[in-house]
């Protein structure tokens, strides 16, 4: 192993934890304070490359296929690395934050992968990202087993060959650790903390257990981000002594601009990559944010009236699938955020079937897996590909051919006839709400009207919020999307949320101060880039 690095991170702002010490090890420091000093800098050229490709955007309303990098699409010859065995079958994968209950409870769900997420489903308080680590490292060394003290119901890991094998998702490019910082005070990246400090810890207790360090990649806009990751993979390896190549990740396709350089992120981490997941939510936001001056051709209409099944989604999804079968990669579907009612069994039937409906598709297009958000939806989504796929690990041999997408393809917003409606103005309204103040509490898995949202729900909920009022959007009922009309839905929402939970627990929730933020991050004149940043400052712990 390398000598320790030259400047030591300091924890600041940050009270004690209990077994923080096991995580936030003298040696464990000095690797991410090494990760640091080699790659916050190209980190931040790469944040301002995303503005100068945004003005792009702004100054052309269009995106293309790279003609830098034609000759990447047109080499048949490259593949990425052979699928370890562990994630060969990943016919159904579970998500989630890595809390105590859940780490268990996912592992146990039957689920062939559980995505453990300190990204869009954890609120990054000092608390979720230290005890998440601790969680983590209690499931391999299977002492995790406890009791929940307000329900009295005990939890304990089935047997190893029965558990999901681990993906963990750190934060995304754009995030910062505030509760460390170098020797100037320049906090570190948090994709660079969650990533070090589980890498570090768990690399070889992995292998030993037979699997591997594997990720998911977040919120990725460019090759040259996914080049980033690449390059921190091999010093990471390196730098512990572990195989080259030992490291596997998934990207996820989820900003508009990604979709135009599959192959060439497959390319750039092919020593090292698993697949390619479509993400709804955020993908959805991303087109928002890149084409918000682009006129109406680019309105979305309410984000639930965007099936899978709209032309420009369909162009997505159907080009991941054969871009990852191309290149010998997985091809890994949406989610199904449905919580099951355990009061409703007719909700649960309705949902249950759209469900069923969405991953038979997925299935049928040529996906190897798709997400679910709860234990109960395993079995439909295992159903679905066990139709499909039969003993078979996956179905990469589909090589979709058949499949032919321009580069409009995919931005053929107007190929919608859905419009905006005021009850979707209503809904952006209540769950940005909702969510943003569950994640001021440091929730962010949050059950929301039977659906498990996270930040990507509250980003494409502010973000409809602003690009209806810039566009000047005309509701059915006649009322024009304005930034009054914004202020009365959500001030109503807000009385609404006080009657329905009381005085007491009103004013014991942040439920003024999310108001108050999702209205700034809808309204301000300049968009924010992400919705996560201003709330971080205002993220206690």
């Known amino acids: 192993m390398s000598a320790p690095a030259p400047s030591p991170l300091a924890i600041v702002d940050a009270e004690p934890l209990p077994r923080q010490e096991e995580v936030l090890t003298e040696a464990a420091l000095a690797f991410v304070a090494e990760l640091h000093r080699r790659f916050t800098p190209r980190r931040d050229e790469l944040l301002a490359r995303r503005a100068e490709r945004r003005a792009e955007i702004a100054r052309t309303s269009t995106l293309d296929f790279l003609p830098e990098t034609a000759a990447i699409r047109a080499d048949d010859s490259w593949k ?94 754009h995030l910062n650790e505030r509760h460390l910082v170098d020797a100037n005070g320049a906090q570190v990246p948090g994709a660079l903390v969650d990533f070090g400090l589980y890498f570090f810890h768990n690399a070889q207790r992995l292998l030993d257990l037979g699997k591997g360090p594997y990720f998911y990649l977040p919120k990725t806009e460019s090759h040259l981000e996914a080049r980033l990751w690449n390059d921190v993979f091999v010093f990471a390896q390196e730098y512990t002594g572990i195989p080259q190549g030992t490291i596997r990740a998934t990207v996820l396709i989820e900003t508009i601009t990604a979709a135009y350089e599959m192959e060439e992120i497959l390319y750039e981490l092919r020593d090292h990559a698993s697949g390619l997941n479509a993400g709804r939510w955020d993908y959805l936001f991303s087109i928002v944010k890149n084409f918000r001056d682009g006129g109406a051709k680019f309105v979305l209409p309410d984000r639930n009236a965007v099936a899978m099944t709209a032309p420009f989604m369909r162009a997505y999804t159907e080009l991941l699938v054969r871009t990852c079968h191309k290149r010998g990669a997985h091809a890994i579907g949406g989610m199904a955020a449905f919580i099951p ?83 979707g103005l209503v809904n952006a309204v209540q769950v940005g709400i909702r969510y943003i103040e569950a994640w001021l509490r440091g929730l962010g898995a949050v059950a929301i009207f039977n659906l498990m949202e996270d930040a990507a729900t509250a980003e494409i909920s502010r973000s409809q919020i602003w690009q209806w009022i810039n566009a000047g959007v005309e509701f059915e009922n006649g009322e024009l999307a304005t930034p009054e009309l914004a202020r009365k839905v959500a001030a109503e929402e807000l009385s609404t949320i006080r009657q329905e939970i009381g005085e007491e627990a009103f004013a014991g929730g942040h439920w003024q101060q999310a108001h108050d933020l999702l209205l700034q991050v809808s309204l301000d004149d300049n968009y924010a880039d992400f919705l996560t940043l201003p709330a971080y400052e205002q993220l206690k712990g």
Do not use: C
Request: hydrophobic residues 40%; proline residues 5%; charged residues 30%.
């Open 80 to 173: 990425v690395a052979p699928s370890p065995a562990a994630l060969d079958d990943r016919r159904v994968e579970i998500t989630g934050p890595t809390d105590r209950k859940m780490t268990i409870n996912a592992l146990n769900s039957g689920a062939r992968v559980w995505l453990a997420d300190f990204e869009d489903a954890s609120a990054p308080t000092w608390e979720n990202v230290v005890l998440g680590q601790v969680n983590l490292a209690d499931a391999y060394t299977r002492n995790i087993d406890f009791t929940d003290e307000k329900s009295g119901k005990s939890y304990a890991l089935k047997a190893d060959e029965g558990l999901a094998t681990v993906v963990m998702r750190p934060r995304g490019w």
């Open 341 to 423: 009612s355990r009061r409703d069994a007719e909700v649960n039937k309705v949902a249950f079937e759209k469900v069923r409906a969405d991953k038979d598709r997925e299935a049928g297009d040529g996906f190897d897996g798709s997400w679910v958000a709860h234990p109960d939806l395993v079995p439909i989504a295992m159903e679905s590909f066990d139709k499909v796929l039969g003993d078979k690990p996956n179905q990469k041999d589909r090589l979709r051919e058949d499949v032919h997408v321009e580069a409009a393809d995919l931005i053929a917003i107007d190929s919608l006839e859905a419009k905006p409606t005021y009850n």
